[in-house]
């Protein structure tokens, strides 16, 4: 009988393990939140992530449980693991990717490099903060933001006032993060795979373009990294990902600082965007590879398959028509380019899908796939 995978989340994470899944000989079913979703293709059922009841029916006929996103409550994976299920990354793990206060408290247990941080709880907190730290700094919702959702770059403690209300509404109390803003040159990111019984492999760490809080482009590998950079960047995701017990993939988003510092900035426990670059560019993509480390099976080799690859995110996608209106201009132009869409209806902002080119002139493959990506914009 072919090995069994639940993933919970129908978003276009586990759309992308379909394929490797198929490869693989790995049965692949989908928790959707919603019919038609990224993954409907794989989807076997259609229900409330955050109900325990029917993550656990949907959970018992698949050998392992793994995830398309950080979101579901502990009191659920609780009772998965209670039931006997194999769960990966477990709670033990995602509580540090669910909660950045308890991300930014473990992370300086393990002495990690990481901002100057603090847990504020009113105004005032926060101001003091912010004068000791050259008068700003950036608040975070320590619970699920994502792509500049929940950040705040500030000057004054006033300035998160509506996030202190929301919390003291909620009748849990609770507190903010507020981290130093850092000075950087530039944003990495280090993925690792890490199976439960301990075998680990890292991916050359990459660099990361942001606009407005979103990642845009990733260059593999990083450009003018030397090989202490590279060095110290798997370094950090190693230690991550086994003083935090992570199974399966791991993204450690980085800052190099202008005094060529590497600190960690934030963590995923599963595919990531940072890693899309994989599938096109590297011998094992970062979604077999999942596959492969929650069931505890062999990883496969990281390296890349040419000099660079180039990443292209299509944010929005076109304004009047179907992103497959667009298909045979971009293949026909750059016949090179690799492009993989997520199955969603264009809306401002939204990633929609990403463009992949691999090659040995950066200059040319970073042209090659920002032209193709521009065919399914405006």
């Not at 033990?92 to 308890?102: P, R, S």
């Not at 950040?151 to 507020?178: C, K, M, N, Q």
């Not at 990111?189 to 890490?194: E, L, N, T, Y």
């Not at 593999?220 to 202490?228: E, I, K, L």
Request: contains cysteine.
């Amino acid at each position: 009988m072919a090995l069994r995978v639940g993933v919970v989340g129908g978003g276009q994470l586990a759309r992308m393990m379909i394929a490797p899944a198929v490869e693989l000989g790995v049965e692949i079913r989908v928790l959707a939140e919603d019919e038609g979703m990224s993954a409907s293709l794989a989807a076997t059922a259609v229900g409330d992530y955050r109900d325990a009841d029917t993550v656990l029916a949907f959970a018992r006929d698949v050998d392992v449980v793994t995830f398309d996103h950080e979101h579901v409550p502990q009191d659920v994976l609780a009772t998965l693991v209670g039931e006997g299920i194999a769960v990966h990354p477990g709670p033990d793990a995602l509580k540090f990717a669910q909660d950045k206060l308890v991300m930014r408290a473990r992370l300086e247990e393990l002495g990690m490099p990481q901002p100057d941080w603090a847990a504020v709880t009113n105004a005032d907190e926060l101001q003091a903060f912010i004068d000791d730290h050259g008068g700003r700094a950036v608040v975070k919702t320590p619970r699920g933001g994502y792509d500049g959702k929940g950040v705040r770059v500030v000057s004054a403690g006033t300035e998160a006032d509506d996030w202190f209300a929301t919390l003291a509404e909620d009748a849990r109390g609770g507190a903010l993060l507020v981290e130093e803003l850092v000075d950087f040159t530039r944003e990495l990111a280090q993925q690792v795979a890490r199976r439960p019984s301990g075998a680990v492999r890292a991916y050359p760490v990459v660099e990361t373009v942001q606009r407005d809080g979103v990642c845009a482009e990733v260059i593999a590998p990083a450009p003018h990294s030397s090989d202490r950079l590279q060095q110290v960047a798997a370094g950090i995701g190693v230690s991550i990902a086994e003083g935090l017990g992570v199974t399966g993939m791991l993204a450690v988003e980085l800052f190099e600082t202008t005094d060529e510092r590497l600190l960690v900035n934030e963590l995923a426990m599963r595919p990531h965007n940072s890693g899309h670059w994989s599938q096109d560019g590297a011998v094992t993509s970062q979604f077999e590879q999942h596959l492969r480390a929650v069931l505890d099976l062999p990883l496969g080799d990281t390296d890349p398959v040419a000099g660079w690859a180039v990443m292209v995110n299509i944010l929005g996608g076109p304004a009047e028509e179907s992103l497959d209106a667009r298909f045979a201009a971009a293949m026909d132009e750059h016949p090179q380019a690799k492009v993989h869409t997520y199955g969603k209806a264009p809306r401002p902002g939204r990633k929609v899908g990403h463009v992949n080119v691999v090659g040995d002139e950066l200059d040319d493959v970073a042209y090659q796939a920002r032209a193709a990506a521009s065919f399914f914009l405006g």
